[in-house]
């Protein structure tokens, strides 16, 4: 009977918690950078060479007519809350499976290597 309970309570917290969430709804800009960053991390999974990363990289920021500075702005936004990024990936998630595009094989985001092929 106590693990029951015990699941029980579990689950009562883990419903609250979820119902006090506010979902955050993303701008327009936002939107736009779901799309750059959905084609950057398609691109990424399919292409190994850094180099044609890099290329590539700059014709998808060209593509969306996004900048350098926007992409960069973009992620210090996404990074000021964590449900920012959390909406961010429900809506990346979701045009991958729009696309019918297989998911990335990646499971975190490396901004590290993304942010250098976007200042070279």
Avoid at 56 to 67: G, W
Avoid at 91 to 117: C, H, M, T, Y
Wanted: aromatic letters at 10%; one cysteine or more.
């Amino acid at each position: 009977m106590r693990p029951a309970i015990i699941i029980l309570i579990g689950i009562l917290i883990g419903f609250l918690i979820r119902c006090h969430r506010s979902d955050i709804s993303l701008t327009e800009e936002q939107l736009r950078f779901v799309d750059v960053y959905t084609e950057i991390l398609t691109m990424k999974d399919r292409q190994a060479d850094e180099e044609i990363q890099a290329d590539s990289m700059q014709i998808i920021l060209r593509k969306y007519q996004f900048t350098e500075e926007e992409f960069q702005r973009q992620i210090q936004t996404l990074n000021e809350d964590p449900r920012f990024w959390e909406a961010f990936f429900r809506a990346v998630l979701d045009n991958i499976s729009q696309s019918g595009v297989s998911p990335p094989s990646q499971s975190k985001p490396d901004f590290s290597k993304s942010g250098e092929a976007v200042r070279r």
